[in-house]
């Protein structure tokens, strides 16, 4: 082969090897490193497994904010109209923050049905709904979709 | 209305659609004209661009003023804006939603169409013809689309609101006036990197002139881009009061993708002028450049994604984008199968040489931007098969990016200093023995100084950071053989290449020590109280009261003491703006080259305690620093005098 035929084709064999290893193991942590979305119905139903990180979300339920009167603890319910879950959320809560908002919380299922939050997303805009909460509301059908046209500003 | 001026708008309107006008001529007259080597038809590119231009500014103004007059009856200044709003803000808001960013968006398109028309003199009519008519099919597509969908002029007649809904208080900053123009104009610059490729391939000319000229552009919009990303992120850590700098949010992941291949980009066009080599890549990393930013606007703007950035959007704005998209990656692709063959690329190089490391460069840095895309699009694709709605986490992109940079990082001083064609590892390796010496021991002694123990994350960090500086520094020092004031005879193209990448480093050490070392602390305080975050008292004196022009504030006041000295006075706010009721968190900063105090207020507890965020963040500032470097350097490199040499030339012989 041509010498400088034969240095292209290293050259290439070099490249899809690595790329192909590179998407490869890439897929690999993605499959590890996703955050699965949850709906209330979902964790109310016990298909979360206790201690996996999710996220979850879903309307702020009126009147269902609590706050601890040491620190900055709070528990609050999120509904999608359909089933209802607490979260508790040690830390400071976003602007956004309010009843009938819809968030979404990243965190861990604890053994007695609460969900443990570490994070609860802010948004820039307040009439924004994050679409997984739309997608939550809608799927719990007729109850969520009244939830859904109440919240609406 | 019968007076002139309720017309306003309309002649707004009316100046886009002339703008549309004018960019279909631009695009089949000039073609036309090289088709049939008219040099008469290829002259009009020019003055066509240049009108595009005046026409799309002329509207851009008019909704400018439509702002700062209120007026209501447009119904974008009604959703964006408010009677009580600060002037600045006011012609800030014409970009803080989605119509009026499109339309600064084209009609930036539209100046880079213009500039290009100003400094091309020393281009060939036809390569002008060509550049120009490619640039004006993507302003067709965008003014067709603002025009379509997104009518900033669009009147709320009759019914005018007597007030504006306001312009959403996250917005309302300096932050903003700077941070969309800046990135819009670094997105779009890239067009021309575009537009030259594509001319060059359509042309048959891709050698090293077509490089020299394509190389000031693509250096100009990297520019932008890099002080665009760095705004946001400087803007994000002050505005949205957690003091989060980088989220590896799609829409931030958005403007790093087109950046990382657009740095590609500016190390394979100066193989192709030096060395005749890597053509038809590099017209591949340019079209992937301007893909990459015309998918960020599209991830942007659909809001298919959950982003920190996303706004209440509409998705059928979103697949028009995606058929703009879809128009142009096909396009220019299918152009690059049937015209790529035919380039032939000329000379050899070594496995050691100047060559394989930038090569290695390009593959490194587009291996970064395609793991980001797929982080960025995977759960885009698992939620259209209807697989459930996942996020991938930060710590992916952690995982995927720092091994990356890392690397990077490691090859910069070296490829820098290496030679064209074929070089020796011996020699590399005996000029960077001292640098390698030298990082390594103060890589160990900067944790055990600074945080009093071994991390080795740190440790890796300041050592590649220090590794890069130092074997760039000793590059330096041999081409001025030892003598300083030689250094300005080394010529303003290598000046800009070590002060860009010596930002690298600084960068680096920013995010190695920010990453590593901040402190932070979420407390329950009421004033009288002192909480300690490490070798910081924080004293919440007293809790108080602000009234703005457009909102009203509770604000906090804190000392902050170190070692019983006072550093500084911070009145964090909680604002609640008038005419939306929203809440928003004023963060107080700071600010130092080697740590910044961060404090925002939380949410009110019972008793007139507040939940307050502490923060110490070391080298902060570092992370942004680099960032001007970087587009310091880019700077000085388009200032080189070898990209004008050619006017002078024939200036001479005129």
Redesign the interface.
Same mark, same amino acid.
Do not use: C
């Given at each position: 082969m041509h010498p400088?035929r034969k240095k292209r084709l290293i050259l290439i064999l070099f490249?899809v090897a690595?790329?192909g290893t590179?998407?490869g193991l890439?897929?690999y942590?993605?499959s590890q +490193?996703? +955050?699965?979305?949850m709906t209330p119905t979902q964790m109310a139903n016990g298909e979360v497994p206790v201690g996996r990180?999710v996220?979850a979300g879903g309307l702020v339920v009126a009147g269902s904010v609590e706050?601890s009167?040491?620190?900055?603890g709070a528990t609050f319910r999120v509904t999608d109209g359909a089933a209802e879950v607490t979260i508790s959320y040690d830390?400071? !809560?976003p602007?956004?923050f309010r009843e009938g908002q819809g968030i979404?919380a990243l965190g861990q299922m604890s053994a007695d049905g609460v969900f443990i939050a570490s994070e609860v !997303?802010?948004?820039?805009?307040? +009439?924004?709904?994050?679409?997984?909460v739309k997608?939550a509301l809608e799927k719990a059908h007729t109850e969520g979709k009244q939830a859904l046209e109440s919240a609406r500003y | 209305m019968t007076e002139w001026y309720g017309m306003v708008p309309e002649f707004g309107q009316l100046a886009l659609i002339f703008a549309l006008l004018v960019s279909v001529l631009q695009v089949v007259i000039p073609l036309l004209g090289v088709r049939n080597s008219q040099d008469w038809l290829m002259a009009y590119a020019r003055p066509l661009a240049s009108a595009q231009a005046v026409f799309l500014l002329i509207s851009l103004a008019i909704l400018t003023y439509c702002f700062v007059v209120d007026d209501f009856s447009v119904a974008y200044v009604a959703k964006n804006s408010n009677t009580a709003l600060p002037t600045p803000f006011k012609v800030s808001a014409v970009w803080g939603a989605h119509e009026g960013s499109l339309l600064l968006w084209v009609t930036l398109l539209g100046c880079w169409g213009l500039a290009v028309s100003l400094f091309s003199r020393s281009l060939p009519l036809d390569m002008v013809a060509r550049v120009l008519s490619i640039m004006g099919m993507v302003s067709v597509g965008f003014i067709l689309f603002t025009l379509e969908t997104s009518n900033p002029f669009e009147r709320s007649l009759p019914s005018v609101p007597s007030e504006g809904a306001d312009l959403?208080p996250?917005l309302q900053d300096f932050g903003l006036i700077v941070h969309p123009p800046t990135l819009y104009m670094g997105y779009v610059g890239l067009s021309v990197a575009f537009a030259f490729a594509l001319a060059a391939l359509m042309g048959g000319r891709l050698d090293a002139a077509w490089a020299r000229w394509s190389r000031p552009w693509t250096t100009a919009a990297w520019i932008f881009l890099t002080v665009g990303i760095a705004l946001g992120s400087w803007w994000a850590y002050y505005e949205?009061?957690?003091g989060g700098w980088w989220f590896w949010d799609p829409v931030e992941n958005a403007s790093l993708m087109p950046w990382l291949v657009a740095t590609a980009l500016l190390h394979s066009l100066a193989v192709t002028e030096k060395r005749g080599l890597f053509k038809s890549w590099t017209v591949l990393l340019a079209i992937f450049a301007f893909s990459l930013s015309l998918l960020g606007t599209f991830l942007v703007r659909s809001?298919?994604l #959950?982003s920190?950035?996303?706004?209440?959007s509409d998705p059928e704005r979103g697949i028009f984008i995606l058929a703009l998209l879809g128009i142009c990656v096909g396009g220019s692709l299918l152009l690059y199968a049937l015209k790529a063959p035919t380039v032939a690329s000329v000379g050899?190089y070594e496995w050691v040489s100047r060559e394989s490391f930038m090569l290695l460069n390009n593959?490194l840095l587009v291996?970064a931007a395609f793991?980001i895309l797929?982080?960025t699009l995977?759960?885009l694709v698992?939620d259209f098969f209807g697989m459930?709605?996942?996020?991938?986490?930060a710590?992916?992109f952690n #995982?995927?990016f720092v091994p990356l940079s890392v690397l990077l990082a490691l090859i910069i001083g070296p490829g820098a200093l290496s030679r064209w064609k074929a070089d020796e590892l011996k020699r590399i390796g005996g000029q960077t023995v001292a640098a390698a010496i030298i990082s390594l021991l103060l890589a160990f002694a900067v944790p055990l100084l600074h945080g009093g123990d071994m991390n080795w994350q740190v440790f890796l960090g300041i050592a590649v950071a220090l590794w890069l500086i130092t074997v760039t520094l000793t590059d330096v020092w041999k081409k001025c053989r030892g003598q300083l004031s030689r250094i300005p005879s080394l010529g303003l193209s290598f000046q800009g290449m070590v002060l860009a990448h010596i930002g690298v480093a600084i960068t680096i050490i920013g995010v190695a020590m920010v990453a590593n070392y901040s402190e932070e602390k979420?407390?329950?305080m009421a004033p009288g109280d002192i909480e300690t975050l490490g070798a910081y008292q924080f004293e919440f004196v007293q809790a108080g009261h602000i009234e703005g022009p457009n909102f009203v504030s509770d604000a906090a006041r804190f000392r902050v003491t170190k070692d019983g000295k006072e550093i500084s006075l911070l009145t964090p706010e909680k604002r609640r703006y008038n005419a939306?009721g929203?809440?928003? #968190?004023e963060a107080a900063i700071d600010v130092s080259l080697f740590r910044d105090v961060y404090i925002s207020m939380?949410?009110p507890?019972?008793n007139g305690a507040w939940?307050m965020?502490l923060q110490v963040k070391p080298f902060m500032r570092w992370v942004w620093l680099g960032a001007i470097f970087m587009s310091l350097g880019g700077a000085l490199a388009m200032a080189d005098k070898r990209y004008r040499r050619r006017k002078t030339l024939q200036e001479a012989n005129a």
């Open positions: 400088k490249l690595g790329v590179a998407v890439m897929m942590s993605l +490193n996703i +955050n699965l979305f990180t996220r706050r009167d040491q620190g900055l830390g400071i !809560l602007d956004l979404v !997303l802010a948004k820039h805009d307040e +009439n924004y709904m994050p679409p997984e997608d | 959403n996250l949205l009061g957690w809001g298919v #959950t920190v950035h996303a706004f209440a050899r593959l291996v793991a797929l982080g995977y759960p698992i459930g709605k996942i996020s991938v986490g710590s992916w #995982t995927m979420a407390a329950r939306r929203q809440i928003m #968190t939380g949410e507890l019972d939940g965020r």
